[in-house]
């Protein structure tokens, strides 16, 4: 019987391969029963302008605590990544049911390139995070403490690399931002929270984003596009973000063009990270999420607390475009 959450899971994984465990399927602990999440290859995806992906979905969500489902929904003509609450798939050429390689996930060329995506958090409140992000996977050959070489600049899973949030978001906040390798903080822009001596980004305001706002009404879906421009001698000059909904009078925009994390040259080291990323989807919850979107010293943020139990229970990413941007002179 495999081990219930409270029972360290993972180490009771160490007495076993990891395609053994992967064979076993995402497995959660509900009381006495045993639970199917899902399968480790969910589908596939076609994006415009790229061509097919494979899904991988994660096992674990941290080391010890299983991931939950992701799953892919056809919908008319178009699939939809589905995650379910802690779960996580990444972005790969192939996807094997037992077992794990990095070098089957993507490595996509995203400097001078823009991703495009359709996104519906409707009923993710407060305490919740639908996210799409990038991580050079592919480049990574630690097997990491989560058994599929998943790494990040927060060492979630045991292994640092360079990350860059496209889109960590909910109902009532929206932020994107870069991180190199050991800034776990990192710079970005958008909407958001803060504690009660500092604010997160204020790019834009409550009245433009959230439920029944002016521009992004974010209980219905909208489209968002991220992009790396280059300079005209071919460094990554900005990450640009742009939200957009059908029927609104106006799009949300924002840059973050200089990024120094402790007197580096962040914008140059991410440069290198972008020409191999895997994009990366996973939804989750936390009572300590008001660093994204709290009220901030100012007030101005949207939220009061984090409820978890606000979260519905999956979101949606779909009708996805991968395209070439031209190059800005400025």
């Known amino acids: 019987m495999w081990p219930s959450v409270g029972a360290a899971p993972h180490a009771a994984l160490c007495s076993r391969s990891s395609e053994q465990a992967i064979m076993l399927l995402a497995m959660v602990s509900v009381g006495p029963q045993m639970v199917v999440a899902g399968p480790v290859c969910p589908g596939k995806l076609q994006i415009e302008g790229y061509g097919q992906v494979n899904l991988v979905n994660a096992f674990w969500n941290l080391p010890g605590d299983q991931a939950g489902p992701v799953h892919v929904e056809a919908v008319n003509e178009s699939n939809h990544v589905v995650p379910g609450m802690k779960g996580r798939t990444y972005f790969a050429d192939a996807c094997s049911p037992n077992g794990f390689d990095h070098n089957q996930y993507v490595a996509m060329h995203f400097l001078g390139h823009r991703l495009r995506w359709t996104t519906d958090i409707s009923g993710a409140g407060c305490g919740c995070n639908a996210a799409l992000y990038l991580a050079p996977l592919k480049q990574n050959s630690d097997v990491s403490g989560c058994d599929d070489y998943y790494c990040d ?71 968002v596009a991220v992009a790396f421009p280059l300079t005209p001698d071919g460094k990554l000059r900005a990450m640009d973000v742009l939200l957009s909904q059908e029927g609104s009078p106006c799009d949300l925009s924002a840059e973050v063009s200089d990024y120094r994390p402790q007197g580096r040259d962040g914008m140059a080291e991410l440069a290198e990270a972008l020409a191999v990323m895997t994009p990366i989807i996973s939804y989750w919850s936390s009572i300590e999420m008001l660093w994204m979107d709290g009220k901030g010293a100012d007030g101005l943020g949207p939220c009061e607390e984090d409820d978890p139990s606000s979260c519905a229970s999956s979101v949606r990413f779909y009708d996805f475009a991968f395209e070439s941007i031209h190059l800005n002179l400025t």
């Open 153 to 223: 600049s927060n060492t979630l899973c045991g292994v640092a690399c360079a990350d860059i949030d496209l889109q960590e978001a909910n109902m009532y906040a929206f932020h994107s931002t870069l991180h190199v390798f050991n800034d776990g903080t990192g710079v970005g822009a958008g909407y958001g929270g803060g504690g009660q001596n500092w604010n997160h980004d204020r790019q834009w305001r409550k009245e433009d984003y959230g439920p029944g706002a002016r521009c992004i009404d974010t209980s219905k879906p909208f489209q």
